[in-house]
C-alpha cells in the first residue's frame, strides 16, 4: 500500500520505492492507469496515428497489390503532378475563397447574435430563442442540403415560389456557380450560429455587472459599454475561438460541399477535399490523393500555428 | 433602476430575435406540413405552414405509412440504432477510462506525452485516403466496425472528460485505496457513479455523430444492406431514388399516388424524430458539454 503513495506523501522516507527511478515506480505504481488507457491510446494509434504513417503513399507510387512497403518511391511528383494539373489553382482559389468567406461571416454571426441576445432582459423569451435556435445544430448534413435543396427547387420549391411572388427568379440557383458560395455560408449560418453563441453568451454572464453600474454612473452609454467593457471582458474567448478557425480557414467540411455541388457549380464548388475524394477513392489514384490531400493538411495546419503566434504575441491568448 | 421599455433599440433587437425564430422554426413547419397534407395540394403547391388536405386545413398520415412500410428505410433506421448505440457505448468505455488515467499525468507513465500526442489530432492528421487504406488494411472495410469504432475516440470528447475528472475530489480517491482499491476500482465504484453529467454529455455528442454520420459509411462501407438511414435519406432527398417508391407498390393493390415532396419529407421528419424527441430533455446537457469543453484543459 505504502508503495502506491506519491512522493508527496509523509511517510516515505526510508521506503525502498524511493531509491527506484521515476519511470520505474511509475511502472508499478501505475500500473492500472496504464491498462485504463490502454484502449484510449490503441484508438489513437489505428486511427489517428496509423494513417499518419500511411501518408508516405504520397511519396510513393503505391499500388495495392505489391504492398505498401514494396511500391516505388517517386519523392514529390504527386505533388508536382497537382501543381502541373490545369484546374489545380481553381481548387485552390475556391477552398479558399470558401473557407475565407464562410469565417468573415460566420464567425462574427455568433458574437452579434449573443451580444443582442444578453440585453433582453425577458427571461422566458430569451430561453426559447436560444432553444430554437439551437435545433438546426442536430439536423444532420444530408438533411440541411436535403432542405435547402428542396426549398429552392426549380419545380414549386417553397422558397422558389415565394421569390417568385416578388418578381425574382430564383429558379437556377442551385445549378448557378455563382450562387453556390451564398448557398454554403446562408446555410452554415443557419444551422450553426444559434449553437456557436452558446460559449460568448457564458462569457458574458461573467462580465461583473459592478463594472456597467460605475460606467453608467460615470455618464458612459449603451455604446461605450459595449465597447469598452463587454468586449474587452469576451475577448479571450473569441480569440480562442478565432484561433481554432483559423485552422479550418485552408479546409471547408467536405461533406456539406460533397452533397451541395451539381457539375454546373463545379467552377465555384470543387475544393481540394472533394478533389481528393474524387482522385483519392472514386478513380483510385491513392497515392495521387493522398498527396493533395496532405498538401492541404499543411497548409492548415502552418495556418493554426501562425495565427497562434500572432495571437501570443500581440494578445498574449494562445492555445498551448 | 428601471429601464425604459420602448426605445429604439428594445424594437429593433426585438425584431431580430423574433426573425430569428422565423427563420428557425419554418422550415420545420413547412417539411411537417407537406408530409401530412393531402397529395394533390403538394402538387398544386399550395401548402406552406399548415397541413391542407382538398383545399383545406387538414392532416394525414398516409404519407408516413408508406415510408414506413418501405423495407429499404426500415433496415436503414435499425443500422443506425444499431451504429449509434455501439458507437456510443465504445466511446463512453474509450473515453472514461483514457481520461481518468490522462488526468493523473503525474503517475501515468507516458501521460504526458499521450496528452501531447492527443492535442496534435485537433491540427493535422493523415487524411480522407490514408485514413481509408488503414481501415482496409486493418480488414474494417464493409464491416459495421468501420463505422463504429473509428469515432470511438476523439481528441476533443477526451480533453473535456479529462478537465471533469481532473476536478474529482483527491480525498475520496485516497479512501478508496485505503479500502484497498486499485485505480481500476477506483475510476469503476467512485468516480464514474458521480460522474453521470459527464458521460451523458459526451455520451450524446457521440450519439447524435453516430446517427447524423454520413461520410464515414459512404467510405468504408459497401453494401446497401449495411447501409445507415443518412445514406438513405440522401439516395431519396438528393438524388431522387424513388423507382416504385413514389408511385406506391401494386403490388398492395393500392392505385395511390405520393407527392414526390411529401415522401422527402416524411423520410426526414422521420429521420431526425428522435433528436427532435429527446432534446427538449437532453437540451441542458449539451449545453453544459459545450461549457465544460471551453475550459482550457
Sequence with gaps: MRATKNAKAEVLPNSPASAKPEWLKKLTDGKYLMILVLPAVICLALFYYFPMYGLIIAFKDYKPFIGLLNSEWIGFDNFVRFFNYKYCWRIIKNTFLLATYNLLWNFPMPIIFALILNETKNMRFKKTVQTVSYMPHFYSTVVVVGLLTMLLSPNGGLLTRMFASIGIDASNVLYDSRWFRTLYIASGMWQSTGWSAIIYLAALTNVDPQLYEAATVDGAGKMRCLWNITLPSIAPTIITMLLLNMGSIFSVGFEKVFLLQTPSTYETSEVIATYTYMQGLRYTNYSYGAAVGLFNSIVCFILVIISNYISKTVSETSLW | ?297
Design chain 2, 1 to 297: 433602476m428601471v429601464e425604459k421599455k420602448f426605445t429604439i433599440g428594445w424594437v429593433l433587437r426585438n425584431i431580430f430575435l423574433w426573425f430569428i425564430v422565423v427563420v428557425m422554426v419554418f422550415p420545420f413547419l413547412h417539411m411537417l406540413s407537406v408530409s401530412l397534407s393531402g397529395n394533390v395540394d403538394v402538387m398544386k403547391g399550395s401548402v406552406s405552414v399548415l397541413p391542407m388536405i382538398n383545399g383545406k386545413i387538414g392532416a394525414t398520415l398516409g404519407t408516413y405509412k408508406h415510408v414506413l412500410s418501405n423495407p429499404l428505410i426500415f433496415t436503414a433506421y435499425r443500422n443506425t440504432i444499431v451504429y449509434t448505440v455501439l458507437g456510443t457505448a465504445a466511446a463512453l468505455f474509450v473515453l472514461s477510462t483514457g481520461a481518468y488515467a490522462l488526468s493523473k499525468p503525474n503517475r501515468l507513465l507516458g501521460g504526458k506525452t499521450i496528452n501531447i500526442l492527443i492535442m496534435i489530432t485537433m491540427f493535422f492528421g493523415g487524411g480522407m485516403v490514408p485514413t481509408f487504406l488503414c481501415i482496409k488494411w486493418l480488414g474494417l472495410y464493409d464491416t459495421i466496425w468501420a463505422v463504429v469504432l473509428p469515432g470511438a475516440f476523439s481528441a476533443y470528447n477526451c480533453i473535456i472528460m479529462r478537465t471533469f475528472f481532473s476536478q474529482f475530489p483527491k480525498e475520496i480517491e485516497e479512501s478508496g485505496k485505503l479500502d484497498g482499491l486499485n485505480d481500476i476500482g477506483i475510476l469503476w465504484y467512485l468516480v464514474l457513479p458521480t460522474s453521470g453529467a459527464v458521460l451523458a454529455t459526451i455520451g450524446l455528442f457521440v450519439a447524435v455523430g453516430q446517427w447524423n454520420a454520413f461520410f464515414g459509411p459512404l467510405l468504408y462501407l459497401n453494401g446497401s444492406e449495411k447501409y445507415p438511414l443518412q445514406l438513405i435519406l440522401r439516395q431519396i432527398v438528393l438524388q431522387s431514388v424513388m423507382d416504385n417508391f413514389a408511385s406506391g407498390d401494386s403490388a398492395a393493390g393500392a392505385n395511390l399516388q405520393y407527392a414526390e415532396n411529401s415522401v422527402k419529407y416524411a423520410t426526414i421528419i422521420v429521420s431526425i424524430l428522435p433528436i427532435i424527441a429527446v432534446y427538449p430533455f437532453l437540451q441542458k446537457y449539451f449545453v453544459k458539454g459545450v461549457m465544460i469543453g471551453s475550459v482550457k484543459g
